[in-house]
């Protein structure tokens, strides 16, 4: 059951917190406050932190030894294509200004643009995703160096989007063996740069490629992408050599939760004594892992290969509200990362800590990405003809022939702007200024920022039994505790512990304010180690055409439906496999099935199905696997099991190459 995002409007602090949170609020002269006193400045204190929730100021503890050269980033490359679309950015005043002008008062010190090569349909139709093209850079450069900030120049050496998924080959390149699209992508690389340069934009680092694990300006070879690199390590030599600017050049990779795969990254790039600066890393803690392991590879990094590491990529929601229409990438509910509510507070205090983290490591920066990514129009608008025209949504229509598996299916407006460091209609966000606040840090009046609601679930039958005290999360994190909390006791009563159903509990704090319990009675699941997490596997029976098994029981938490493991399946050879479980003491009646399933790859003839087999025959569900992270959820119900025995399971018919994970197999009675 999802959790519900509740927003704390509760911020004073009672007489009882004050007491304990802010004990020692004697006069200035040490002696002991009368009764009077004291009541008044108790009244100043509620005052101050109903004001500060109205002013939106927040808490940031000071990043010790952090410098004045650490990069304090800001992606922001859809800010023309937004403001061609009717969007404006706002100062901290209220009065409309340029937003680089906001950016620079807020601390940020360097800018990241990306460029794609010809972001535009044969009739001259952007895209999306910002149209970033050269000239676009070459604007927004400008703006950013107008104010003193640095540009870091990200080359995705591609028309549209690259990232881990795709790395599509720009249009003027396809067909081209490596030797000419090396030659290309130096003289593209060059050519950017002398414009860039020449307009005065203060290009101070480029990418030469945006998070190529797996490939890079269409070529997935290894050998053939380190090729590629070398080429645009050249160019960059060459310009700032040329034009004496010192220009950085970054490395840019993602999925840091795989150490082994970062270092195996680090270590080819030594290998082939790739001339580079800085090795960036995408790192976003909803999907990232930990910002302890962050900290982690970073570290090992910068002392194994002796170069500079940054974070490449980061963000964090300040809200679950959605702004356009399109819905989030990142839902924005209280268990986003455990003590890191989908607030304001919150996402200045996630970036501060990841900042600390970077800078304890010995990084040189951290860069936010979609700050500035708002949207255009309401979300009750019809805002996709501005999307088309402009560009301003991730993706366009007219990207259809180019990225026809992606953003030709899904095109549509942003689903970042939850994330953004600017609200909905253009004004920043309190959280912008945790930039300005890194080195010496910011006070503000002790607030609640965040009660998390509690979510509960039980099986039939089992006895409930609510919290006695709940989480209460403040701006100062250092003052986060556990208050006691009163259940409603009629609510409580009405729970039915005799079948499955949801409830809703509400709770009183000492000081009134409302806490809500999620309670969930499920039905009990009858298989044996349903999600695989347990090492003992013997209860499952796979079996398999051929010699080589094309599955395992994978430990991989990204594909896992649930927890670590789930059962994994590839081959080179087409695949014909099936996974099952027997039951056996069942009572008689009626059951229902489930499992999850996600994967990639299949033709259209792959045959896949769950199953139920009893005494009375078998029953089946069909389902097919379309994309990464699209998880099936395959259900067959009315199961009528009269001897106590049944055969469940998974199997599949597929085609070489295909792939996924099975995982969550789920046999409830519904019913006798």
């Known amino acids: 059951?999802?959790?519900?995002?509740?927003?704390?409007?509760?911020?004073?602090?009672?007489?009882?917190?004050?007491?304990?949170?802010?004990?020692?609020?004697?006069?200035?002269?040490?002696?002991?406050?009368?009764?009077?006193?004291?009541?008044?400045?108790?009244?100043?204190?509620?005052?101050e932190v109903e004001a500060n929730a109205e002013t939106g100021d927040i808490y940031v503890d000071p990043v010790e030894g952090i410098s004045d050269d650490f990069i304090r980033g800001m992606d922001a490359s859809e800010v023309l294509s937004l403001e061609n679309s009717?969007?404006?950015?706002?100062?901290y005043d209220g009065k409309e200004q340029d937003i680089f002008k906001t950016l620079a008062e807020s601390g940020v010190n360097y800018i990241r643009l990306r460029v794609w090569n010809d972001p535009y349909d044969k009739?001259?139709?952007?895209?999306g995703g910002g149209n970033c093209d050269l000239k676009t850079a070459v604007e927004l450069g400008r703006r950013a160096t107008e104010y003193g900030m640095k540009v870091n120049i990200d080359f995705h050496y591609s028309d549209f989007w690259a990232d881990p998924k795709r790395q599509n080959c720009p249009k003027a390149w396809e067909g081209m063996e490596i030797e000419e699209k090396c030659d290309a992508l130096y003289t593209f690389t060059k050519d950017s740069l002398n414009t860039?340069?020449?307009?005065?934009?203060?290009?101070a680092m480029v990418q030469i490629g945006n998070e190529i694990n797996y490939g890079m300006a269409g070529e997935t070879f290894q050998p053939k992408i380190m090729q590629l690199l070398k080429s645009g390590s050249r160019a960059v030599r060459e310009v700032s050599e040329e034009k004496n600017h010192d220009i950085k050049i970054a490395v840019h990779y993602t999925n840091i939760r795989d150490n082994a795969e970062v270092d195996s990254r680090a270590s080819a790039l030594q290998s082939e004594d790739l001339d580079y600066d800085v090795f960036g890393l995408s790192f976003y803690s909803f999907w990232d892992g930990t910002i302890e392991n962050m900290q982690k590879v970073a570290k090992h990094i910068r002392e194994t290969y002796g170069k500079d590491v940054m974070v490449a990529e980061t963000s964090y929601a300040y809200t679950s509200e959605e702004g356009d229409g399109q819905g989030n990438s990142l839902a924005g509910t209280d268990d986003i990362v455990e003590g890191y509510p989908a607030t304001v507070q919150s996402q200045a205090t996630m970036v501060r800590d990841i900042c600390a983290a970077a800078n304890e490591a010995g990084a040189i920066g951290v860069f936010y990405w979609g700050g500035t990514w708002i949207p255009v129009g309401k979300a009750t608008d019809n805002n996709s003809p501005i999307w088309e025209k402009y560009g301003s949504g991730w993706a366009s229509s007219y990207c259809a022939d180019y990225d026809p598996d992606d953003g030709g299916l899904y095109y549509g407006g942003c689903s970042w702007?939850?994330?953004?460091?600017?609200?909905?209609?253009g004004h920043p966000l309190a959280s912008l200024n945790v930039f300005k606040y890194l080195k010496e840090g910011h006070d503000a009046p002790l607030a609640v920022d965040f009660i998390p609601d509690v979510n509960l679930t039980f099986s039939v039958g089992e006895t409930v039994e609510l919290p006695e005290k709940v989480d209460v999360i403040y701006n100062n994190h250092a003052e986060n505790k556990q208050a006691s909390v009163t259940w409603d006791k009629t609510q409580t009563d009405s729970i039915d512990t005799g079948k499955a159903g949801t409830y809703d509990v509400t709770g009183t704090l000492e000081d009134g304010t409302a806490v809500t319990c999620h309670v969930e009675i499920e039905l009990i699941n009858l298989l044996k180690n349903p999600s695989f997490e347990e090492t003992d596997t013997s209860m499952w029976k796979v079996t398999f055409d051929g010699e080589d098994n094309p599955t395992d029981f994978q430990n991989k938490t990204d594909d896992a439906y649930t927890g670590d493991v789930a059962f994994h399946f590839w081959s080179e050879k087409d695949m014909n496999f099936s996974i099952e479980q027997e039951v056996t003491d069942l009572e008689p009646g009626t059951y229902s099935l489930m499992a999850y399933a996600q994967g990639g790859d299949m033709a259209?003839?792959?045959?896949?199905?769950?199953?139920?087999v009893t005494k009375d025959g078998e029953q089946t569900e069909k389902f097919m696997l379309t994309t990464y992270a699209d998880w099936k959820n395959p259900t067959i119900t009315g199961i009528k099991i009269t001897d106590g025995t049944v055969k469940v399971g998974v199997r599949m018919k597929c085609n070489a190459n295909s792939w996924g994970t099975v995982d969550d197999f789920a046999l409830y009675k519904i019913s006798d």
């Open 196 to 203: 860039l340069l020449d307009a005065d934009v203060d290009v």
């Open 123 to 127: 009739d001259g139709n952007g895209y």
């Open 1 to 47: 059951m999802k959790n519900r995002f509740k927003k704390v409007l509760a911020l004073c602090l009672t007489a009882a917190m004050c007491s304990g949170l802010l004990a020692g609020c004697g006069g200035s002269n040490g002696k002991a406050e009368t009764t009077e006193q004291a009541e008044e400045t108790k009244v100043q204190e509620e005052t």
């Open 86 to 91: 009717g969007v404006k950015y706002y100062g």
């Open 417 to 425: 702007e939850n994330q953004a460091m600017f609200d909905f209609t």
């Open 604 to 612: 259209d003839d792959a045959d896949l199905e769950l199953y139920a």
